[in-house]
């Protein structure tokens, strides 16, 4: 969501801490400085410190306006990022770094195609067939791009004798210098085929197209599965997992550009998809408020629990609330779900109450919620590996698969209650530890 406001200190409170990119701009309207960052309140705030270098002050001398598109990622904002220097030439894009040029990231025009990082001088003198960039940050850059090769192995080498080093951690896999010396025609060209689609893969990513990549490799997921050729289709349901690690899912940064309200527009759609699965068994006036619930343990010691809650489809911490349980055993998740549970039916008049409360688990779970709560919120439970929604219909339990934007909210819920778990979980394990060896 793209908001404007003006330079001044005391505009940093209002700033979002997500995601996303800015833009300083002058008292004409001319844009200064495009930046990115995973918190943009951190980041926009460092720019009012006393301590900032000569060229950033003057900078900031300057501008009189800055603006913020908030995105779902730091790789969206990576990307966006570099397409809005390439198409705004903003001053100090280049006076605010070191004497390098920006990096770039080229795919060469070869038999095997190279993924390369390049600066500005070495564009000229390799064959390319598509260049990436200017990125601005070329750490992340890099980091983003080992993070993918583990994803769609690739070759950064020229054509060799043997196999490369990196053939032996998978991170060039099928490697060309093997490809090319296979002597049986069809493996040698199925090869280069599963070759080559990691290029393309890749540069779909980089183009801001993740949504078709994710589908494509679904679908051979399937056909796999159709095949009975299960260890195949595992090995694209991993592939699937790591690229959602990597790219966090969902839309294309070009789609920023042209709407700049659009993580906004997408939190809408799934509260709207969601509402629209859950009012056809439950009654849900509305989703503004959602509240999830997990339990952290590790063999039944020091157990915690979470609740987050979400506000129009984001999180919103000022409501979260850890929990150490102390009246069940560790071990046992649908008696620690009971106790957390009840200790928060205590607080409706003061933390407020949800229009839908998830708790992470199965049918168990689900049935020691509704004990406690049934009568007061509606209460579904997600089932953690196959990622199907429980309800409790007339003393029936109704499974239900939820669509895709649906369900997107419901696990980014259940993954942030579940980080929030174990974040209160190892401080009380660390805490323990300490104990320990002091009195040793």
């Given amino acids: 969501m793209e908001k404007k406001f003006k330079v001044i200190k005391q505009e940093i409170s209002k700033v979002a801490t997500q995601p996303g990119v800015y833009i300083f701009y002058d008292k004409s ?3 200064l400085y ?13 720019y009012f410190g006393k301590h900032i270098a000569p060229k950033t002050k ?7 306006d800055f603006s913020l598109i908030i995105v779902k990622s730091e790789f969206e904002a990576l990307l966006l990022e570099a397409n809005l220097v390439k198409k705004l030439m903003p001053k100090y894009n280049s006076a605010l770094k070191d004497d390098k040029s920006p990096l770039y990231i080229g795919i060469t025009k070869e038999k095997y195609p190279r993924i390369l990082t390049l600066r500005q001088t070495d564009l000229l003198t390799n064959s390319l067939r598509e260049v990436f960039g200017p990125f601005i940050d070329g750490g992340s850059v890099k980091l983003i791009l080992r993070r993918l090769r583990r994803v769609f192995s690739y070759c950064t080498h020229k054509l060799g004798k043997r ?8 991170l060039c896999k099928p490697c060309p210098n093997v490809i090319d010396k296979l002597t049986n025609q069809e493996s040698q060209k199925k090869a280069r085929e599963e070759y080559l689609g990691n290029i393309t893969s890749i540069r779909k990513i980089l183009r801001g197209k993740f949504p078709s990549v994710r589908i494509g490799l679904q679908a051979k997921m399937k056909e796999y599965s159709r095949k009975k050729e299960f260890e195949l289709a595992m090995q694209i349901h991993n592939q699937i997992k790591m690229l959602d690690y990597v790219v966090e899912q969902r839309v294309g940064s070009e789609q920023y550009l042209k709407n700049p309200n659009l993580l906004e527009d997408i939190r809408g759609v799934e509260a709207s998809a969601l509402h629209k699965a859950l009012s056809k068994h439950l009654k849900v006036s509305e989703l503004v408020r959602i509240e999830c619930f997990d339990i952290a343990h590790l063999a039944g010691s020091y157990p915690t629990a979470s609740m987050v809650t979400f506000v ?9 609330r850890h929990f150490r349980l102390r009246e069940t055993k560790g071990n046992d ?13 205590k607080h409706f008049s003061t933390w407020g109450k949800p229009d839908l ?3 992470d688990g199965g049918k168990g779970q689900l049935n020691a919620a509704l004990d406690i709560l049934g009568d007061i919120v509606p209460i579904i439970g997600l089932a953690k590996r196959e990622e199907i929604v429980y309800m409790k219909i007339n003393s ?9 934007e649906a369900l997107w909210l419901i696990q980014r819920l259940r993954d942030e209650s579940h980080r929030f778990a174990r974040r209160y979980h190892h401080k009380l394990v660390s805490v323990n530890l300490l104990k320990r060896k002091n009195n040793q």
């Fill in 357 to 359: 409360l998830i708790v």
């Fill in 396 to 404: 029936e339990f109704v499974s239900l698969r939820l669509d895709r």
């Fill in 163 to 170: 196999a490369c080093i990196e053939a032996q951690i998978n």
């Fill in 29 to 31: 309207g001319v844009s």
């Fill in 34 to 46: 495009v930046g990115k960052s995973r918190n943009l309140r951190l980041r926009v705030a460092s």
């Fill in 333 to 345: 998740d649908v008696a620690s779900m009971r106790e957390v549970l009840g200790r928060r039916a």
């Fill in 58 to 64: 003057a900078m900031m001398e300057q501008a009189t």
């Fill in 312 to 320: 129009n489809g984001e999180p919103e911490k000022k409501y979260y």
